[in-house]
């Protein structure tokens, strides 16, 4: 049992590095966003807290003012001084929270260890870029579901199976192929009662030539200038009885 246990914690962390190297490859190209909120994380202990961004502006301000103090007189330099102090009060929370945020998303692209466990402190939040899925926000927000969702699956490959898991036998039995269908044959469909059925066209008759017409007799000269004799023409008379 505690073998099977140890295989599942080993393709767990293997399904979480691959899901942390999606996570940073989308934050690098844009494609996801990452927030902090520095009420939740900004406390002493906290992995991404630093005293000095308190601090150093805060001094660099001070010792500004006082070089104005000594160079230009008492009046000028109080007056510098106070809107170093107001700058300060009213500045200082945005750089406070500018160098959170680059340092938590610093330490949570490092490790997936590292990433769990800000993540479980809260005050994170990932966006998806140009997209109307609502924000994760820690801890309560499931991140592997938040980035299978938005990034897929990628290069991830299903995890094998446990070696020692059991695995049910079962007899196999072989079934023959069931027959082919018989085929579909289409009936003929039966013609109208009132349908009109064409006549048989009859087959053409065999071309027979005409026989060439009988040649003319010849005419006379006369005949083929007219058919009639000509008027001149002497005819004996008939003889007497």
């Known amino acids: 049992m505690s073998r099977l246990l140890n295989e599942w914690r080993d393709r767990k962390n293997r399904e979480d590095e691959q899901l942390h190297e999606q996570l940073r490859g989308a934050v690098t190209a844009g494609r996801v ?7 939740l994380l900004d406390f ?11 601090l150093l502006p805060l001094t660099g301000l001070m010792t500004l003012a006082l070089i104005i103090l000594l160079a230009a007189g008492v009046a000028v330099g109080i007056v510098v001084m106070t809107l170093c102090v107001l700058a300060h009060l009213f500045g200082n929370k945005y750089y406070v929270a500018w160098r959170l ?12 260890i590292q990433f769990q466990t800000l993540w479980q402190m809260g005050g994170v939040a990932m966006v ?16 592997r579901k938040f980035i299978r969702r938005n990034l897929g699956e990628g290069e991830a490959q299903r995890a094998a ?3 020692n898991a059991p695995v049910p036998i079962r007899p196999v039995v072989e079934t023959p192929p069931p027959p082919p269908p018989p085929p579909i044959l289409e009936a003929e ?4 009662a009132d349908a009109v059925i064409p006549p048989e066209p009859l087959p053409p008759e065999p071309f027979s030539p005409e026989p060439p017409p009988p040649p ?3 005419r006379t000269h006369w ?6 004799p000509p008027r001149d023409e002497v005819v004996p008379p008939p003889p007497e009885s």
């Not at 469909?189 to 109208?192: A, D, E, N, R, T």
């Open 189 to 192: 469909p039966s013609p109208l």
């Open 223 to 228: 005949e083929s200038i007219e058919d009639t």
């Open 33 to 39: 966003q990452v927030f902090t909120d520095p009420r």
């Open 101 to 112: 945020k680059t340092r938590a998303q610093a330490y949570m692209l490092a490790d997936v």
């Open 161 to 163: 199976p446990l070696a």
């Open 128 to 143: 998806t870029k140009g997209g109307n899925e609502p924000p994760c926000l820690a801890p309560k927000g499931d991140w």
């Open 216 to 218: 003319s007799p010849p």
């Open 44 to 54: 002493q202990g906290s992995p991404v807290h630093q005293h000095w961004d308190h």
